[in-house]
């Protein structure tokens, strides 16, 4: 029996809405900390914070898993609308396998941590992530991202329809405004967690951090 | 060249579906879900004109139309245990008896679209346990089966329903199109965070136009 982790006072409820989270049943979700997204966004900051959660979940056993963005084999042309727009838009794609798309060295994953690559912004959508989490009987995703209005929300979207129980880390993620990324975490706890709750990386930290 | 549509204009109006979401009774009448908690329905009943006039030239035009209505079954096998927690913190959450029926449960009173804005005979209805129209439904395969490659996506509430589906459009090739006065949110800055969030760098996932846009686009590919 795996020690559980104690619940955490977040937006807008103390999560998780059962008291029910252990190693066994959650996992960090780390998605687009891409070299390129990195520089794009000027999010050193966001990326030392979730290489700090990465190391964190690691040492409690926790599943962590990455993802990336940018499979140019299933572009379709409304996504290579999209890649067109180039650089100054922003929320950058990367081609596939240049050093701008590859992983942050600095997030120092564990070397068994799963990558999955999707095509837009969900990293749910015609990936094997679902069945990997449920074949793992994971039911908690605390989860990291890039941009905040991108990646993040649309997986969180994604992950909140499946019915996985969800907390962002506000500073473990940055938007292409802070503006967006307010935004974005507002509506995302809006009527008691529309979408699922919003904490900081301390916060999660000092709760994985059992002795 | 029309800005209205992401990509290219499709390639009959057949091929486009204006796509409804979610304009049932819980969510913007009075009497309905929202109307019992206690919160304001103007926002989403504001639309409602609006949507109905979207509808006129949509089905003027020969464009595919689809309404969706979020909702559950009546065992509620299909509902998440956080999401019926959250709401019934609330007070009345999702499968609880309230005036309108049960909250977001298939068949009952509340669960309706309203009268204005109800579906034809012929018109396709998508019930769905979730936010996005494509999770858990055929949604998907019967826009393939129909040949729809664009969607016009409106209805309630912006910051829910309508994004999710407008995004999870996008990752499955769809051209989509939101018009920002045909959909709303329970609060303003929501809906307002958004629109704006949408159509930053001209729209990542598609565009936001609006009914004029719509009108004449429509009238482009008649002519």
Partial sequence: MLKRFASIDATPYSWPFDGRWSADDSALLVLGFQSGMIVALEAQPELAVAARLVSAAQAAGLPVIASRRGRAETLSPVAGRRAAMGAEMGDPLFPPHTPEWELAGALDLPADAPIFDHPGDNAFYSTGLEAWLRQRGIRNLVLAGLPTEGLLHATQRAANDMGFECIAVSDACKGTTDARHAGQLRITAFGNGLFGTVATADQLIAALNVP | ?223
């Fill in chain 2, 1 to 223: 060249m029309s800005d209205f549509w992401p990509c290219t204009q499709p390639e009959s109006p057949s091929r486009a579906a204006l796509v409804v979401i979610d304009m049932q009774v819980d969510f913007c009448a009075p009497g309905g879900w929202v109307d019992q908690l206690g919160e304001d329905v103007s926002n989403t009943r504001s639309v409602i004109p609006a949507v109905a006039e979207a509808l006129k030239i949509a089905r003027g035009a020969g464009l595919a139309v689809y309404h969706t209505r979020e909702g559950h079954k009546l065992d509620l096998s299909d509902l998440p245990a956080n999401k019926q927690w959250r709401t019934r913190v609330h007070g009345l959450g999702i499968g609880d008896e309230g005036t309108a029926g049960r909250i977001l449960v298939r068949g009952e009173p509340g669960f309706e679209i309203v009268p204005e804005v109800a579906a034809l005979p012929g018109e396709t209805v998508i019930d769905k346990p979730g936010k996005s129209s494509f999770h858990a439904t055929d949604f998907d395969e019967r826009l393939k089966a129909e040949g729809i490659t664009h969607l016009i996506v409106i209805g309630v509430t912006s910051d829910c329903c309508v994004q999710s589906t407008f995004r999870d459009g996008f990752e499955r090739g769809y051209e989509c199109v939101i018009l920002e006065d045909c959909t709303a949110a329970v609060e303003t800055p929501n809906h307002e965070a958004t629109m704006e969030i949408l159509k930053a760098f001209g729209g990542r996932w598609g565009t936001v136009s609006d009914l004029a846009g719509f009108r004449a686009a429509v009238e482009a590919l008649h002519a």
